[in-house]
């Protein structure tokens, strides 16, 4: 079985129990999407066009994405998992498989979010997907996600009684990788998952993630504020 079959089988089986321990986890996750959202570049009379890399069952991002007024194009690579999504965010367009696959035209998207997700490619070909999406992404778009920050190409384990597949160079090399495909004002910080406070039984007890949010480099004048009301902010 390849790596990518064990990542996709255990996604698959875990589904239930995924659903409700994400619904509960702490996470940045949340704060890293508003960051795309605050700088997507779409027109004021215009919802941002946002891609969602790695889903899971459409809560709680997909749903953020779209209760802010994106248009969503959600993938997975777990066919269970995103048949909850379209349950919980209909309004989403769904691509099923595996992200490294996908192909869409250059300066499709307002922003792009993966969150725990990136760690599950090769890190052989976590640059090129780095490449695509920010082909993907349009001018002064920004990408956010998350890596693991360990220096291990092969990384084998248990994830809940099942096996599953990581792979993550360390975080200098990561930041630098990011940095290489041509991605700029790149914001990045370690921290530990479930802010250090997790129960000893929880699977992301004691794990530290890098977070990224990386921008395509613009045209014109940069943006005043990370903080100012943009097309996909009500207020």
Known sequence: MSEKEIVEETYDQIADWYLDWVREQRS???????KVLDRAPCSQSQSPDILELGC????????????????????????KQL???KGFCPEASFVSGDMSA?????????????????????????????????TWLRPGAVFAFNLATVDEEEIYGEFLGRGMFWSSYDVEDS????????????????LEAGD??????????????????????QNGPEPASDHAPTCCDPR
Request: aromatic share 10%; net charge negative; glycine share 6%.
């Open 83 to 85: 048949n909850m999504a």
């Open 196 to 217: 250090g406070q997790l129960d000893e039984d929880d699977p992301d007890y004691g794990a530290k993630f890098l977070w990224i949010a990386a921008r395509k480099r």
């Open 102 to 134: 996908l192909s869409f035209e250059p300066s499709s998207f307002d922003g792009v979010v993966s969150f725990f997700t990136m760690f599950h490619l090769p890190r052989a070909e976590q640059k090129e997907m780095l490449s695509k999406i920010h």
């Open 175 to 190: 930041k630098a990788m990011v940095r290489d495909v041509g991605f700029e004002a790149i914001e990045a910080e370690v």
């Open 28 to 34: 940045p996750r949340e704060l890293y999407t508003h």
């Open 56 to 79: 899971g069952p459409g809560v709680p991002i997909t749903r953020l994405l779209l209760d802010r007024g994106a248009h969503v194009v959600a993938n997975d690579i777990s066919t």
